[in-house]
């Protein structure tokens, strides 16, 4: 077989059997297939699409081009958990150290942000001292004592995604369902938890704009962990104004960490205890989701998932004076407030802009290997449903960088007022997992 094959049977539509597929991605990682041929292959495929065999064989085999590692000489039962990213979600800061504190160990690899969606690892570099790239036997003894690390993703594991995002990123194939469903399943499945939760985003402040297709996107992957025997189940979660009050690195730690203490925003806390059961379930802690509920919502009162944030923070080397102080946390020279201009009930709240609002503030990368403000970014002092005076505060805009008033007018445009009370929608509104063949989609 020859790569013009390979290209020219994906261009008329026709299926990739596992013998190409293979051939293909190991001869892209060898550097025995050119950028143009495979360039051309992944637009094939944007506009062809793949059928469920070959996305599970194109999974396969990007997972097969590297190492994966075995978590078995770690007790318990591990489960790991993916997001695709949106405005100001930092439910893994949350999340982790939650289900931790009630048995399920979670060995996660994570990665930094892009453009409007924070990475994980951007937001525990904030805090003074915090490692996150630690050797195996490190992470391995962190998720063993601990109950959970994160760490950055490791070169050793699924080097043909590495390789291939890079591609997709500067040949406009990013966005196609196949080949996100294997990126993102084939480093979770490299991971070697035993169970998986796909928190898959969509709304102006995610990455994927349309509910259909984050449908279709975790249909996709929970149907890949399945056949690989692992417990996937999706969350689709609304993305339509920003998750929490706070955007930006040091922001959201501060606000992760008063979540963990149980005086956190709604929304984000609805979120973190519907993951969490979902989790407790997937490890077999609980087999009823109220119980699990209830002692999820215990351990955010009682400080005991606190603790485990703590020791997870000491553990990759971090100052934990920082956690429990975080008053010490710098903060920008310039804090710019925006106030409503009028009354009424907050309709919309347009977090895509205000995730680029705070990429130009500071938060953000435009290019892979910008540097970041830690202190950047936004707090909301109101969200959709929430009733302002004329005068009242809506957020607040935080940036080292001068001359950054212009923003202040365009923050403001980017709520929408009704006359009429407004009630904001569930944030997770379903949860999709395949039973016996079939998928059970649970409706909020």
Wanted: hydrophobic fraction near 40%; include cysteine; charged fraction near 25%.
């Amino acid at each position: 077989m020859t790569m013009t094959e390979i290209i020219e049977k994906k261009k008329e539509g026709q299926s990739l059997s596992r013998e190409e597929i293979d051939y293909f991605i190991d001869g892209y990682c060898k550097n025995g297939i050119p950028d143009y041929q495979v360039s051309a292959l992944l637009m094939a495929i944007c506009f062809q699409g793949m059928d469920e065999e070959e996305t599970f064989h194109l999974t396969e085999s990007m997972l097969a081009s590297g190492k994966t590692l075995d978590l078995s000489s770690i007790p318990g039962v591990k489960c790991d958990k993916h997001s695709t990213g949106g405005v100001g979600d930092k439910t893994s800061l949350i999340l982790c150290p939650l289900v931790a504190s009630l048995g399920v160990k979670v060995a996660k690899m994570s990665g930094r942000g892009l453009g409007f969606t924070g990475g994980t690892l951007d937001k525990l570099e904030s805090i003074p001292g915090v490692r996150v790239s630690l050797s195996p036997s490190e992470f391995f003894e962190a998720v063993r004592k601990v109950g959970m690390a994160i760490v950055g993703q490791s070169t050793e594991l699924v080097p043909a995604d590495k390789k291939l995002y890079a591609l997709r990123d500067v040949t406009g194939t990013v966005n196609s369902i196949p080949l996100i469903a294997a990126s993102i399943m084939s480093k979770k499945l490299a991971s070697g938890s035993d169970c998986i939760l796909l928190d898959v985003k969509y709304g102006k402040g995610a990455f994927m704009a349309d509910k259909d297709q984050a449908e279709k996107l975790a249909k996709e992957m929970v149907r890949i962990g399945m056949r690989f025997k692992k417990d996937t189940r999706a969350e689709i979660t609304s993305m339509e104004q920003p998750l929490g009050l706070a955007i930006g690195n040091i922001l959201e730690v501060v606000e992760a960490i008063q979540t963990l203490q149980g005086k956190g925003p709604s929304d984000l806390v609805d979120l973190v205890l519907h993951s969490g059961t979902t989790m407790l379930l997937q490890a077999g802690i609980y087999s009823d989701a109220k119980k699990a509920r209830s002692a999820l919502e215990k351990n955010l009162d009682n400080g005991k998932a606190f603790e485990v944030f703590r020791s997870f923070i000491k553990a990759q080397g971090g100052d934990v004076s920082f956690l429990d102080n975080p008053e010490k946390f710098p903060t920008a020279i310039y804090s710019y407030p925006v106030k409503s201009l009028k009354g009424g009930y907050i309709k919309s709240i347009d977090a895509l802009d205000l995730g680029l609002i705070s990429m130009e503030l500071g938060a953000g990368r435009e290019k892979k290997d910008d540097m970041i403000d830690p202190t950047a970014g936004i707090v909301l002092a109101k969200k959709v449903g929430d009733y302002v005076n004329k005068g009242d505060l809506l957020l607040t805009l935080y940036t080292e960088r001068a001359n950054k008033r212009d923003l202040l007018s365009r923050a403001l445009g980017d709520y929408e007022f009704s006359d009429e009370a407004v009630t904001p929608g569930p944030v997770v509104e379903e949860t999709i997992r395949l039973v016996d063949g079939e998928f059970e989609i649970e409706k909020e």
